[in-house]
């Protein structure tokens, strides 16, 4: 499991399971895309106080296993995440 996050005055560990279906359950993840999604991922936890402890994939759906800090809410951290890969995936993989 993941290491606690110490601050200057707490310390916390949360951990959030998100999961993701596609529009219509449509299969389109593939093991490009889905190598893909991690980097971006990678390029989300630098920018932002989140960090992925898990991510997996199926052909209709991605799961992810966020620890963040409690300064960001969960919508803050749904709304990043979909926004952000949603946008560098339509732009690596426009088909």
Do not use: W
């Not at 601050?7 to 593939?30: A, C, D, E």
């Not at 889905?34 to 199926?58: A, H, P, Q, T």
């Not at 209709?60 to 963040?68: A, E, G, M, P």
């Not at 409690?70 to 803050?76: A, I, K, M």
């Amino acid at each position: 499991m993941s290491e606690h996050i110490l601050k200057r005055h707490n310390k916390t560990l949360l951990l959030y399971h998100l999961v993701f279906p596609l529009k219509y359950r449509k299969g389109v993840i593939t093991d490009d895309i889905g190598e893909s999604l991690k980097d971006i991922c990678i390029e989300i936890s630098e920018r932002y106080e989140m960090n992925f402890v898990e991510i997996g994939y199926e052909s209709n759906y991605v799961h992810f296993l966020v620890q963040s800090v409690p300064s960001l809410s969960v919508s803050e951290i749904i709304m990043k995440l979909k926004s952000i890969t949603a946008k560098q995936l339509f732009q690596q993989h426009p088909k």
